[in-house]
């Protein structure tokens, strides 16, 4: 757990207006906000550095060593504090195997100093965790190796157990922000006719993938530069709408018309015979 760690939270807010008109239309603009702040994500707290790893492979193609891929420059063995001579330079030996101090000139010529040169699996690939404990016995014990670094001013924290390679632990360096935007269009039914169309606009921002996902950042170091758009920003437009038929109308027209035919309506009073009376109306050709 982080040592800066607190609880996620989300502002939100939104802002909604309606308008209705005479002819049975009915506007709204509904405008939403919602900002997630101190999401959790895993983040590798012990990833290798880049720039160091880099620069100590510049240093060694400077020093006439044959590079191909950083993380497997080897300083050359022999005898501690002795010269060795490459193919365009050379290199001091502070620990054979481990440690040297570059040059691009043989014999180790001061004034063509290029800077340390260290193997990086003995460094643990330059990793906050410190020196790879692996290599201790042939260091003379963890501390030689500790000291080795702190000559060098690379990363030695004392984790005695440094042997785990990767350290993933949540920490808060995701940030999420949503704005969303409705636009409603809505006609209520009247002249056989009725309509509703809807247009959602949405952005989505954030430096990291939905909370399902395990997925680490390229960089861990800088997981904010993975600001940008988020997978599922999108918008979308839907429009529906009834509409009644002249045929059905007939037919519906129709069936009032008999259905007012079968009605039957009676008078309690006569004002002549004082007598009841059933009126039934004439069923319309």
Not at 192 to 219: A, K, R, V
Request: glycine content about 6%.
């Amino acid at each position: 757990m982080a040592a800066n760690f607190k609880y996620g939270y989300a502002q939100q807010a939104n802002l909604t207006i309606e308008q209705h008109s005479a002819i049975r239309l009915s506007f709204s603009v509904s405008y939403q906000y919602s900002k997630g702040l101190h999401l959790n994500r895993p983040v590798d707290v012990n990833s290798t550095d880049p720039k160091l790893l880099d620069q100590n492979a510049l240093n060694a193609a400077a020093s006439g060593l044959s590079v191909s891929n950083p993380i497997t420059v080897v300083v050359p063995s022999g005898v501690p504090n002795s010269c060795v001579n490459t193919s365009t330079g050379s290199i001091f030996l502070i620990a054979p195997g481990a440690l040297g101090q570059g040059f691009a000139a043989a014999n180790c010529n001061p004034l063509a100093a290029v800077g340390y040169v260290a193997t990086p699996a003995f460094f643990n690939f330059f990793r906050p965790s410190g020196p790879n404990p692996s290599f201790a016995v042939a260091a003379g014990g963890y501390a030689n190796e500790v000291g080795l670094a702190q000559t060098r001013r690379l990363p030695c924290w004392l984790w005695r157990a440094g042997s785990v390679q990767q350290c993933r632990r949540p920490t808060l360096r995701r940030q999420l922000l949503v704005q969303r935007l409705d636009l409603n269009v809505q006609k209520r039914f009247s002249k056989n006719f009725q309509m509703l169309s809807s247009y959602t606009w949405s952005h989505s921002i954030d430096n990291g993938t939905d909370l399902q996902s395990t997925l680490e950042p390229q960089d861990s170091r800088f997981a904010n530069l993975e600001r940008a758009n988020s997978v599922n920003d999108s918008a979308s437009l839907v429009t529906s709408a009834v509409f009644k038929p002249r045929r059905q109308r007939a037919a519906t027209a129709s069936g009032s018309a008999l259905s007012a035919a079968s009605l039957s309506r009676r008078s309690s009073t006569s004002p002549r015979a004082g007598r009841s009376t059933s009126l039934r109306p004439q069923i319309p050709s």
